[in-house]
C-alpha cells in the first residue's frame, strides 16, 4: 500500500530562519511527487511536481528536492506570510493521489 | 484562482441525514476526483471519476457516491450521515499527468 509520511508535524521558526520539511514516500510506481500549500479553511494550493530523483525546482523562498525515497522542501529567510500547512503528495500509476498528513509552519515576525 | 467551485461552501446536518455537494470542474479536465480532510489530518482519497465513469475509489464505504456530467460539473452523495463524517470534502480536477487543481472545499458538520 502506497504511504506517504511527513515530519516534523508542527514547525515553528522566526522570521529569517531557514529550515526544512521532509516528507518520505512507499509507492509501487510513482508518477510524481506533489508539493502543497493550505491555509486553514481552505483547499490545497499547488506549489511544485517532481518527477524523478535528482530533481529540484525553486519558487521565491521554496524550493523543492527529490530522492528515491523522500522529499525536501526548503524554506529559506522565511517571513510570516509563508505561515501554513504544507503538504507532500504521490500520484501512482494506479491514478490515485495519497497525501501525507502535512507540516503546519508557523513563522514568527 | 483554480477554476474548481464548490458549493455549498458550509452545511450542517444531522445522524442518519443524506446530503449532496456539488462540484464544478475547470473547463477541459475530463478527470475529477473528491478527498475528505478531517481536521488535523492531509485529504483521504474517496474515489474518482473520468469521463463520467468511475475508475478508482478509495477505502470509504458504499454510502459515499457520485456523478459526473458531461459538463464537468460533479456531485458527492453521503448517505446516513455519521458523526465522522464532520469534514472538509474537497473537490479536484486535473489533466491526465498534471496536477490537482482544488476547489474551496465543502465544510460539513454532522451533529
Known amino acids: 500500500e502506497d504511504q506517504v509520511t511527513q515530519s516534523p508535524e508542527a514547525l515553528r521558526l522566526q522570521e529569517g530562519e531557514s529550515s526544512s520539511l521532509n516528507c518520505s514516500y512507499t509507492v509501487s510506481g510513482l508518477r510524481g511527487l506533489f508539493w502543497y500549500r493550505q491555509d486553514p479553511g481552505k483547499g490545497p494550493e499547488f506549489l511544485f511536481t517532481?518527477?524523478?530523483a535528482g530533481e529540484e525546482k525553486e519558487k521565491e523562498r521554496l524550493k523543492a528536492t527529490l530522492t528515491k525515497k523522500e522529499s525536501f522542501l526548503h524554506i529559506t529567510a522565511p517571513k510570516p506570510e509563508d505561515s501554513a500547512t504544507y503538504l507532500c503528495?504521490?500520484?501512482?500509476?494506479?491514478?490515485?493521489?495519497?497525501f501525507g498528513p502535512g507540516t503546519r509552519l508557523s513563522v514568527l515576525p | 484562482e483554480t477554476g474548481v467551485t464548490q458549493s455549498p461552501t458550509h452545511l450542517i446536518k444531522t445522524r442518519g441525514q443524506q446530503v449532496t455537494l456539488r462540484c464544478s470542474s475547470q473547463s477541459g479536465h475530463n478527470t475529477v476526483s473528491w478527498y475528505q480532510q478531517a481536521l488535523g489530518q492531509g485529504p483521504q482519497f474517496i474515489f474518482q471519476?473520468?469521463?463520467?465513469?468511475?475508475?478508482g475509489r478509495g477505502n470509504f464505504p458504499p454510502r459515499f457516491s457520485g456523478l459526473q456530467f458531461p459538463n464537468y460539473s460533479s456531485e458527492l452523495n453521503v448517505n446516513a450521515l455519521e458523526l465522522d463524517d464532520s469534514a472538509l470534502y474537497l473537490c479536484a480536477s486535473y489533466l491526465a499527468g498534471g496536477e490537482l487543481f482544488f476547489g474551496e472545499g465543502s465544510r460539513l458538520t454532522v451533529l
Open positions: 471519476y473520468y469521463r463520467e465513469e468511475e475508475n
Open positions: 517532481l518527477y524523478s
Open positions: 503528495a504521490v500520484h501512482n500509476y494506479g491514478q490515485n493521489f495519497v
